[in-house]
C-alpha cells in the first residue's frame, strides 16, 4: 500500500483538522464527518493506544476496552513499527 493513501483528498481533510480550534469543533467535524461505529471504532483504538503505552497486558486491555488481542496486536505493531503518530 505504501503511499497510497496519501491523496489531494487525505491532505484536504488534514488541512481541515488543523484548522478546528477548539474540542467543541472537533467534535462538532468528527460527528458530522464519521459515523458512530466509525467515532466508537476510532476512540477505542486511541485507548488502546493509550493502555499500550502504559504497558498494560493484551488481556487487561482487551477486558477494559472490548477491542480484541488481534485488534490490539495490530495497534500495537503500529505504534511501535509504524510512522510515529501515535506518539
Request: proline residues 0%; charged residues 30%; aromatic residues 10%.
Amino acid at each position: 500500500m505504501g503511499d497510497a493513501w496519501r491523496t489531494d483528498d487525505s491532505g484536504a481533510l488534514f488541512d481541515a483538522i488543523l484548522r478546528l480550534e477548539s474540542r467543541s469543533e472537533a467534535e462538532a467535524f468528527f460527528r458530522d464527518l464519521c459515523t458512530l461505529g466509525e467515532l466508537r471504532d476510532m476512540s477505542q483504538r486511541w485507548a488502546v493506544v493509550r493502555l499500550l503505552d502504559g504497558g498494560l497486558h493484551y488481556a487487561e486491555i482487551s477486558r477494559r476496552t472490548g477491542a480484541s488481542t488481534a485488534t490490539i496486536t495490530r495497534i500495537a505493531s503500529w505504534l511501535n513499527h509504524g510512522e510515529g503518530g501515535y506518539r
